[in-house]
């Protein structure tokens, strides 16, 4: 009984709330960033593009990381070898 008072409110509720939401039209938001002296305006092309760009940083990391992690031992002791070497010349 209980059960079915709440489905039946909750489906006058979503239908009544849907409708309302419906007929506005959608919300150009453009919100100001700060950093410091520096303002910048974001809008929603704006925010696609940064995670455009995100995404691509983060496969080029993923990407590189890869490629270190792949450099055999020797040669990371090898390059440490000759820095230590500077080290001690300077």
Known sequence: MIA????TTGKLLCASSLSAETNKPPKEETRMLKFGELQVA???DKAYVGAAIGFVFGILSWQLSQGIQSIPESSLQYANDNALL???LH
């Open 86 to 88: 500077l080290a001690k």
């Open 4 to 7: 079915k008072a709440m489905t």
């Open 42 to 44: 974001l809008t929603s």
